[in-house]
């Protein structure tokens, strides 16, 4: 099955300073990838779309300049959150869809990446 | 508006017990895709199934079956002879027109041995 890498896999960083996070799709192309967010106990809310060449879509309630988005090309994306701050301590899920097919493209989920803001 | 109605926050139930989640949506798409993830406490995202709207056929997998019900929105999952390797969050899932999944609150299962 198609794969879907982030690095790191955990982080901790101090306040204030940013943290980005890299998202791959290791054996297929996508056009999409998603990006999520999941605060302990609590299910996957997603914070953004990135399309590859373009400016991302954010969801209502996502500082856009917090949380930039850049998705370069079509195996990778990465999220920077910037000046972090102990509210963003969270598990972060990327996703990607397969530019094959017809129909219902299949979404690719990543291991996840934990921050933790000191 | 879509929505994934997953009421069940926690289940407990003994080793080798049968146990149903329950999964309620909402969509007003007649093209609708359903899904079921689980996620272990590592945190990854393991897929278990997806379903499209005019499919409603019962599936089973070894312990899993799923039961999708167009009729009254809901596609409940049941593992049968529950083991302990079961225990995780659970999470009910709707792709439709709004071109990206949608996932419910989650129901934590824990397997008592």
């Known amino acids: 099955g198609a794969v879907v890498s982030q690095h790191p896999s955990w982080v901790i960083c101090k306040s204030g300073t940013s943290v980005k996070i890299e998202c791959r799709s290791l054996?297929?192309?996508?056009?999409?990838m998603f990006w999520y967010r999941q605060f302990p106990k609590q299910s996957l809310m997603l914070m953004a779309t990135s399309n590859e060449g373009s400016k991302a879509t954010y969801e209502q309630g996502v500082e856009k300049d917090k949380f930039l988005i850049n998705h370069a090309s079509l195996t990778l994306s990465t999220l920077t959150v910037t000046s972090a701050h102990p509210e963003d301590s969270s598990f972060y899920i990327c996703?990607?869809?397969?530019?094959?097919?017809?129909?219902?493209?299949?979404?690719?989920f990543g291991p996840g990446t934990r921050l933790t803001v000191l | 508006a879509q929505k994934v109605t997953q009421a069940q926050t926690e289940i407990s139930v003994v080793e080798k017990e049968d146990v149903t989640l329950d999964c309620v949506y909402e969509t007003r798409d007649t093209t609708y895709y359903l899904f079921w993830y689980k996620q272990p406490p590592s945190g990854e995202l393991v897929f278990l199934i997806r379903r499209n709207s005019f499919d409603e056929q019962n599936e089973i997998s070894g312990r899993y079956s799923w039961n999708f019900q167009k009729s009254t929105s809901s596609f409940n999952f049941t593992i049968t002879a529950s083991q302990v390797v079961d225990s995780a969050v659970y999470f009910c899932a709707l792709y439709s027109g709004a071109n990206n999944l949608f996932f419910g609150t989650g129901t934590r299962l824990t397997v008592i041995p």
């Open positions: 996703s990607a869809r397969d530019i094959a097919g017809v129909g219902y493209n299949e979404q690719f």
């Open positions: 054996d297929f192309q996508a056009t999409t």
